[in-house]
């Protein structure tokens, strides 16, 4: 994205059914660009065809839904009609998840990830061609075939377009991966501007650089950690859940890297121990203010806005985040709005 242009602002969607309308028509009133489900107690599919049919304007994504759980053709075919019934507003955001998962929870083969995980969105793309097309259908990879397409299972065209394609990617080869063959990345929330600066991006232009394709037509999307509240007591008590957060993710093995950036690395081996004993609230005390502060904006709800933007500019085009339930209605919208469109260009009704 370019400095100084409006960021997207997403948010989560309930993966409950029950809840999801109202989650999501939420999202849209508080002038929200997009909603994301993601795949862990509950299908992140289901959700997004009620979502679509109670919205008109609010992007709709999956982040994420595990792509080694299905195989190319079926999430074709649920993303196919999710594009048309939302009208052109669907993001399918797909995962690898990790070995142990795809084998012994949904019983399917593991192998190669990121080789996998790239002909699996190459293979996805090649049957939409054919649907949309009418052109012959003979996949043939590594690890998927589709060779068979017949009139009676090709689904109705419709004038929607493809859905975009996100994966979602932590490791650099996977990040490279996705600058070749995805619309956009899903970034993980435990990261830092300066680990997003000196490792995310370079990875992610090898692959845009290596495909020919430019930065501009491709999305960078990521959570971020809010610290804030509308006084001293609210922003502290903020700050003691998202230590806990941060102490979590910074005890699991595959983040390290991002600690050790900061020469933070050996705090990893501390908090794993600790994850092992369930000493929970002892690990968020090694959270000092410092560390924090690098992983999460930390600012008084007046001033999130900026600070979301300081830290997101020039890096990401999407940010996910979310606002304590103690904020006000047209407090959260306008400070959407803010980080949105920072020059006023929008009005309150286009927001």
Not at 65 to 71: G, K, L, Q, W
Not at 245 to 269: C, E, M, N
Not at 326 to 335: K, L
């Amino acid at each position: 994205m370019v400095s100084g242009a409006g960021l997207k602002v997403d948010g989560a969607v309930s993966s409950q059914l029950a809840n999801a309308v109202k989650t999501a028509t939420t999202l849209q009133r508080r002038g929200y660009n997009g909603c994301w489900t993601a795949e862990v107690n509950h299908d992140p599919f289901l959700p997004l065809a009620l979502a679509a049919e109670h919205t008109d304007t609010i992007e709709l994504g999956t982040s994420i839904a595990v792509a080694f759980a299905r195989t190319p053709m079926t999430v074709a075919n649920v993303g196919w009609d999710l594009q048309e019934y939302s009208r052109g507003r669907l993001i399918i955001g797909l995962g690898s998840q990790i070995k142990p998962h795809i084998e012994k929870r949904f019983s399917m083969p593991w192998s190669r990830p990121v080789d996998r995980m790239r002909e699996f969105v190459v293979a996805m793309r090649e049957i939409w061609t054919c649907w949309r097309d009418g052109t012959r259908l003979a996949f043939e990879g590594d690890f998927y075939t589709h060779k068979l397409m017949t009139p009676m299972f090709t689904p109705e065209r419709h004038d929607y377009g493809l859905p975009k394609v996100f994966i979602a990617a932590v490791g650099e080869r996977m990040t490279e991966m996705t600058g070749e063959v995805a619309d956009g990345v899903l970034a993980h929330a435990f990261t830092t501007k300066r680990y997003f600066t000196e490792v995310t991006m370079p990875a992610l232009q090898r692959g845009l650089d290596r495909a020919g394709r430019s930065r501009s037509d491709f999305q960078v999307s990521c959570p971020i950690f809010v610290v804030t509240g509308q006084d001293e007591r609210d922003i502290a008590d903020a700050a003691v859940a998202t230590r806990k957060q941060i102490a979590f993710y910074a005890s699991t093995p595959a983040y390290r890297k991002v600690l050790d950036l900061h020469g933070w690395g050996d705090l990893h081996p501390e908090l794993h121990r600790l994850s092992l004993a369930g000493e929970w609230d002892t690990m968020s005390t090694l959270i000092t203010d410092e560390i924090l502060e690098e992983f999460a904006v930390v600012a008084p709800i007046g001033e999130l806005a900026a600070k979301v933007r300081q830290r997101c500019d020039g890096l990401i085009d999407r940010v996910v985040m979310g606002f304590p339930a103690t904020i006000p209605e047209e407090t959260v919208r306008q400070v959407v709005r803010e980080i949105r469109d920072p020059a006023g260009r929008l009005s309150e009704e286009s927001s």
